[in-house]
Nanobody, 124 residues
């Protein structure tokens, strides 16, 4: 069992930046991990994912603006979000998967473990 806790959400004006963090109950180096978001009335969508190594994938909507990474003693997961837009407003979730295979990394059904979410609000 893996517990995930997100932090770093908040309110920011368009064009600003935020960094989300996801702390896990285990070292994440052996996990596939991703960031998802869910806006009111919309389905949960994957925005960024990272493999057990350094392979990453981004949705088209955030490519070039968001960066997913890991760091620190337990390989905390991060999402650096730059040039934020009002349409980035959503609850952001961290997800993790321990089974092998880099496939459908932005698909929500790929992941077993989920955090509770952190709210990001971008005003125009």
């Amino acid at each position: 069992q893996v517990q995930l806790v997100e932090s770093g959400g908040g309110s920011v004006q368009a064009g600003g930046s935020l960094t989300l963090s996801c702390s896990a109950s285990v070292d994440t180096h052996s996990l596939y991990m991703g960031w998802f978001r869910e806006a009111p009335g919309k389905e949960r969508e994957g925005v960024a994912a990272i493999s057990r190594g350094v392979t990453t994938e981004y949705s088209k909507s955030v490519q070039g603006r968001f960066v997913i990474s890991r760091g620190g003693p337990k390989n905390t997961l991060y999402l650096q979000m730059n040039n934020l837009k009002p349409e980035d407003t959503a609850t952001y979730y961290c997800a993790a998967e321990d089974s092998s295979g880099w496939y459908e990394p932005l698909g929500r059904f790929r992941y077993t473990y989920w955090g509770q979410g952190t709210q990001v609000t971008v005003s125009s």
